[in-house]
C-alpha cells in the first residue's frame, strides 16, 4: 500500500514537473517573440545621469527569464525527494541547470546578442532567486533579482552616464571580475537548492 501511494505521488510529482516546465518553456517562447521585434538597445530610466543611459535589451530581459525558472524550484513530493537516492536529489539541480541554458538561449539568439554581459545578468539574477528559492520559499524569491535589476536601472549611474560598479548587472560590458562574481552567485544558488532538496524542503515552505 506504501509502495502505491508513493508512486501515485511520483506521477503527480512528474506531471506538476512537466506542466511547470511547459509554463516556464512557453513564457521564454513569448519573450523570445518579444526580443526579436525590439530595439537592440533600451534607455535606462536612470534619475541621476544628465544624459541618456541605454543596456542591451537582451541584458534587462534577462531579469524575465530569471523569474520564468523560479516555479522550477518547487518540489510537490519534497519530503520523497529527501529519501530518495543521491541522484534524484541532483536531478533538480540538473533541471534547474539545463532551463538556465535554455533561457539564455531563447534570450540571446532573438537578440542577436553576445558576450559576457547577458551571461553574467542571467546568472545573477537566476542565482539570486535560487538562494532566496532555497532558503524562504519561491514565493517571495522574485524579490531580490527584481528589487536588483531595478535599483541599478534606475540608480546605477552617476551624473556622467557612468554605470557604478554595483550596477554591473545592466552593463553592457562587466569586468571578468563581475562575471566571475556573477557565476559564484549562481553556484550558490544552485547548491542552495541541492541543499534544501536533501533536506526534504519544499521551496514553498
Given at each position: 500500500m506504501l509502495n502505491g501511494s508513493r508512486?501515485?505521488?511520483?506521477?503527480a510529482a512528474s506531471l506538476l514537473h512537466g506542466w511547470r516546465i511547459g509554463w516556464s518553456v512557453g513564457g521564454l517562447i513569448l519573450l523570445s517573440i518579444t526580443l526579436a521585434a525590439s530595439p537592440k538597445l533600451i534607455v535606462l530610466p536612470q534619475v541621476l545621469?544628465?544624459?541618456e543611459v541605454t543596456a542591451p535589451a537582451a541584458v534587462v530581459a534577462t531579469l524575465v527569464g530569471s523569474l520564468l525558472l523560479l516555479p522550477l524550484c518547487v518540489e510537490p513530493a519534497s519530503h520523497l525527494i529527501a529519501t530518495a537516492p543521491r541522484g534524484r536529489q541532483i536531478a533538480v539541480v540538473i533541471r534547474l541547470a539545463v532551463m538556465t541554458v535554455v533561457a539564455y538561449l531563447a534570450i540571446v539568439l532573438p537578440a542577436h546578442a553576445g558576450g559576457w554581459a547577458p551571461i553574467s545578468a542571467l546568472a545573477t539574477f537566476t542565482g539570486e532567486g535560487l538562494i532566496l528559492a532555497g532558503t524562504v520559499g519561491v514565493t517571495t524569491a522574485w524579490t531580490?533579482?527584481?528589487?536588483?535589476c531595478l535599483a541599478a536601472m534606475t540608480f546605477g549611474a552617476d551624473v556622467h552616464a557612468k554605470v557604478a560598479s554595483w550596477a554591473w548587472v545592466v552593463s553592457g560590458s562587466p569586468s571578468a571580475s563581475f562575471v566571475t562574481v556573477s557565476?559564484?552567485?549562481y553556484a550558490i544558488g544552485l547548491a542552495v537548492m541541492d541543499r534544501s532538496a536533501g533536506r526534504g524542503r519544499n521551496a514553498y515552505d
Open positions: 508512486a501515485r505521488v511520483h506521477v545621469a544628465d544624459s531580490l533579482p527584481t528589487v536588483h557565476l559564484a552567485i
